[in-house]
């Protein structure tokens, strides 16, 4: 079992910052990659980023390349989702999870086995 838990998301206006963090406990070892979600109301949840536990291979849904940045402190078991220059449709609630599997780094919520609970994220024009 792996635990994860959000935190870092807030209201902040269009063109600002937040920063996102995912702590894991558990069976930390075994976690081959981390990913972040989002979901807006209505609407799927889509891929945003992806990180491997070990080689810190990355990878960035288009929508949010050049803006976001993921990154991972295996020292504190924690992942961190960067933000810049936001805009209102990157409203949504924000999820981590991760994947205990191996092989390529997954981008579609099937690929993953634990997820966090979410945190909110609104960005006002």
């Not at 609407?43 to 990355?58: C, D, H, L, N």
Request: hydrophobic share 35%; charged share 15%; aromatic share 12%.
């Amino acid at each position: 079992q792996v635990q994860l838990v959000e935190s870092g998301g807030g209201l902040v206006q269009a063109g600002g910052s937040l920063r996102l963090s995912c702590a894991a406990s558990g069976r930390t070892f075994a976690i081959y990659a981390m990913g972040w979600f989002r979901q807006a109301p209505g609407k799927e949840r889509e891929f945003v980023a992806a990180i491997s536990w070990g080689g810190g291979r990355t990878y960035y849904a288009v929508p949010v390349k050049g803006r976001f940045t993921i990154s991972r402190d295996n020292a504190k078991n924690t992942v961190y989702l960067q933000m810049n220059s936001l805009k209102p449709e990157d409203t949504a609630a924000y999820y981590c999870a991760a994947d205990m599997g191996r092989g390529s780094i997954h981008t579609t919520p099937a690929g993953y086995d634990y997820w966090g609970q979410g945190t909110q994220v609104t960005v006002s024009s």
